[in-house]
């Protein structure tokens, strides 16, 4: 449901190629009021693919997956799509054994961007491993249709015997912009995203339970970028890691202890290569802003073409991101063998070999 002034009319663009279709075909916001929904074995509500749909005064109970989801929100700004004022239980106390056995989710977001929680209660996610607020809907597992680190807004939030605030779903990368601190506890403008370890800056706090990651403060904001578009293709399927790399701590690190930070595998975030959606086949991740990271590929691959994609929430007055893409000059390993008669015929002379056998070095010796 994408309700605007004239539905089937075509978004026209302008003459720098940028859509502006609100003011030519204007949005008008459909209402939906006080359903009561309980005991589902699925969802309480589930709305698949909405514009500017507001859902108001909902309440559920009970349900199995979710009390409410929203797959997609499109052709839509902030603030159109949006949950206001709703009432979500986990569990009361007729729920089932079925449900008692579960692990919902109070309100699973869009794998889209431009969706809002403006007011919603949240009562009872204190069992197996419920959680009031879900990411990325219908992203169970690998085949999942999003590239992930998808923002969303909320305000106005409540809960009450909630064991966990925010389970991430696959890809497990979304970010959420608490606009009042109702959610992070941590005052306006606010954020949380998975606690990956290049994102545990010290404007945030690591909790694993409460909030399944990361939440840090004003001073900083949160922001999607993807690399996508690499040639050559051995970058498919490939492993981004992403190390903390500020260089107030890192320049205070010899080579030989800069060099130990790098091989240590625990300093870094391994990200894996998402092959759908918006940017196909790439990399998209959340990143506190303010901080430089450095990005390798496997064994250090090098690129001739990657594209980067910033997210259209970037605004004037954020922190910028930095990063270091190290360049690795590939060498072919050049091996000497003896070709002489005698027991050392057509072995390998191994490196560093000559530099204890020969006192005086003249031209055509070499050290491999």
């Known amino acids: 449901m994408i309700p605007r002034t004239s539905p089937c009319k075509p978004i026209i663009y302008d003459e720098t190629n940028i859509a502006d279709p609100y003011w030519q075909n204007p949005l008008i916001p459909a209402k939906f009021y006080r359903l009561t929904s309980y005991k589902n074995g699925r969802n309480g509500a589930i709305a698949e693919r909405v514009g500017a749909v507001e859902f108001i005064d909902f309440k559920t109970a009970d349900n199995k997956l979710a009390g409410i989801e929203v797959s997609l929100s499109e052709d839509v700004v902030d603030g159109y799509a949006k949950i206001v004022d709703a009432l979500v239980i986990g569990k009361t106390a007729n729920a089932d054994a079925e449900t008692l056995a579960a692990s919902p989710h109070g309100i699973i977001r869009p794998r889209t961007e431009n969706f809002t929680i403006d007011g919603a209660r949240f009562y009872n996610y204190d069992f197996m491993s419920a959680a009031a607020l879900g990411d990325c809907s219908h992203c169970f597992h690998s085949a999942a249709t999003d590239s992930g680190a998808r923002t969303y807004t909320t305000s106005?939030?409540?809960?009450?015997?909630?064991?966990?605030?925010?389970?991430?779903?696959?890809?497990?990368?979304?970010?959420?912009?608490?606009?009042?601190?109702?959610?992070?506890?941590?005052?306006?403008?606010?954020?949380?995203?998975?606690?990956?370890?290049?994102?545990?800056?010290?404007?945030?706090?690591?909790?694993?339970?409460?909030?399944?990651?990361?939440?840090?403060?004003?001073?900083?904001?949160?922001?999607?970028?993807?690399?996508?578009?690499?040639?050559?293709?051995?970058?498919?399927?490939?492993?981004?890691?992403?190390?903390?790399?500020?260089?107030?701590?890192?320049?205070?690190?010899?080579?030989?202890?800069?060099?130990?930070?790098?091989?240590?595998?625990?300093?870094?975030?391994?990200?894996?290569?998402?092959?759908?959606?918006?940017?196909?086949?790439?990399?998209?991740?959340?990143?506190?802003?303010?901080?430089?990271?450095?990005?390798?590929?496997?064994?250090?691959?090098?690129?001739?073409?990657?594209?980067?994609?910033?997210?259209?929430?970037?605004?004037?007055?954020?922190?910028?991101?930095?990063?270091?893409?190290?360049?690795?000059?590939?060498?072919?390993?050049?091996?000497?063998?003896?070709?002489?008669?005698?027991?050392?015929?057509?072995?390998?002379?191994?490196?560093?070999?000559?530099?204890?056998?020969?006192?005086?070095?003249?031209?055509?010796?070499?050290?491999?």
């Open 156 to 368: 106005r939030l409540e809960f009450t015997d909630v064991t966990r605030k925010i389970k991430y779903q696959y890809p497990e990368r979304g970010i959420f912009h608490d606009m009042d601190g109702s959610l992070t506890g941590l005052g306006p403008n606010t954020y949380a995203t998975k606690g990956y370890k290049h994102n545990q800056q010290p404007e945030c706090t690591l909790d694993t339970t409460l909030f399944d990651g990361v939440v840090c403060d004003d001073s900083v904001q949160i922001r999607r970028v993807a690399f996508t578009g690499y040639k050559p293709d051995h970058f498919r399927g490939q492993e981004m890691n992403i190390y903390p790399y500020d260089k107030a701590t890192i320049e205070l690190l010899s080579e030989d202890d800069k060099q130990t930070f790098i091989d240590d595998h625990s300093n870094r975030s391994e990200i894996i290569w998402k092959e759908k959606l918006k940017p196909m086949k790439g990399w998209a991740v959340p990143y506190v802003t303010g901080h430089r990271y450095r990005l390798t590929w496997a064994n250090d691959l090098d690129f001739t073409r990657m594209d980067v994609e910033i997210s259209d929430r970037w605004a004037t007055g954020d922190n910028e991101v930095l990063f270091v893409l190290p360049f690795v000059d590939a060498r072919e390993a050049i091996n000497v063998t003896r070709k002489d008669s005698g027991d050392f015929m057509n072995t390998q002379i191994e490196d560093k070999t000559l530099l204890n056998t020969i006192s005086s070095w003249t031209s055509g010796f070499n050290w491999l």
